[in-house]
């Protein structure tokens, strides 16, 4: 089955504790992105990639890392998790930017 | 600025009736055009795209949506809504200019169905 997968779902941690959220797809799609979701703000992109070791920022990167060492993974990384970066967190992948981005389950963060 | 406007934060509709959501993009170039649903709990769904040519598309679950490049929009459209398309429905746009790899989103419309 085509799919993205995220884990974990759901996660609650403490403000300065580094964390990395998996993102992997089986689609062997070259575009991979990040995106948040905050009530009344829609989603939001964090860093995108375009392919293999390319990735680039997309409107709200800060105090986020992500790294595209294979194709089909794209992990993001929270070197020290903030109060303001609780949120619902989705991983897409797609054949490009212009094409049908397949959306993971969620990944819901919560920092204390 | 360029933006995604969505103007109904929240609507209601009865089963049955006609549904209209709408966006507004304001770039320069007609950008590619998406509708994606979110129904709750889940991911983001994609109901149908517009790049170019005929301006009245057909998506999945009987959902249409016409691009209308005076107006720069593209609303949404169901003759009939059914109770299982309560969901959050999102607009979003990738800007038609060379190298620009960001898909952008509105702020979504949340779809309530009265039986």
């Known amino acids: 089955e085509a799919q993205v997968t995220q884990n974990p779902r759901y996660l609650i941690t403490v403000t300065g504790k580094k964390l990395t959220v998996t993102c992997s797809q089986n689609m062997n799609h070259e575009y991979m992105s990040w995106y948040r979701q905050d009530p009344g703000l829609g989603l939001r992109q964090i860093y995108y990639s375009m392919n293999v070791e390319v990735t680039d920022k997309g409107d709200v990167p800060e105090g986020y890392k992500v790294s595209r060492k294979e194709k089909r993974n794209f992990p993001l990384i929270l070197e020290s998790p903030s109060p303001n970066q609780t949120s619902l967190y989705f991983c897409?992948?797609?054949?490009?930017?212009?094409?049908?981005?397949?959306f993971g389950p969620g990944t819901r963060l919560l920092v204390l | 600025a360029q933006s995604v406007t969505q103007p109904d934060i929240h609507i209601t509709v009865s089963e049955g009736a006609s549904l209209e959501l709408r966006c507004n993009y304001s770039?320069?170039?007609?950008?590619?055009l998406f509708w994606y649903v979110q129904s709750p709990g889940q991911g983001l769904q994609l109901l149908l795209k517009y790049f170019s040519g005929d301006t009245l598309v057909q998506g999945i679950k009987g959902f249409e949506a016409e691009f209308k490049r005076s107006q720069s929009s593209f609303n949404l459209r169901k003759p009939s809504v059914h109770w299982s398309d309560a969901a959050e429905y999102f607009c979003?746009?990738?800007?038609?200019?060379?190298?620009?790899?960001?898909?952008?989103f509105g702020a979504g419309t949340r779809l309530a169905v009265h039986p």
């Open positions: 770039y320069g170039a007609t950008p590619y």
């Open positions: 897409a992948s797609s054949w490009t930017v212009r094409e049908t981005q397949y």
């Open positions: 979003a746009v990738v800007p038609f200019s060379g190298g620009y790899n960001k898909l952008i």
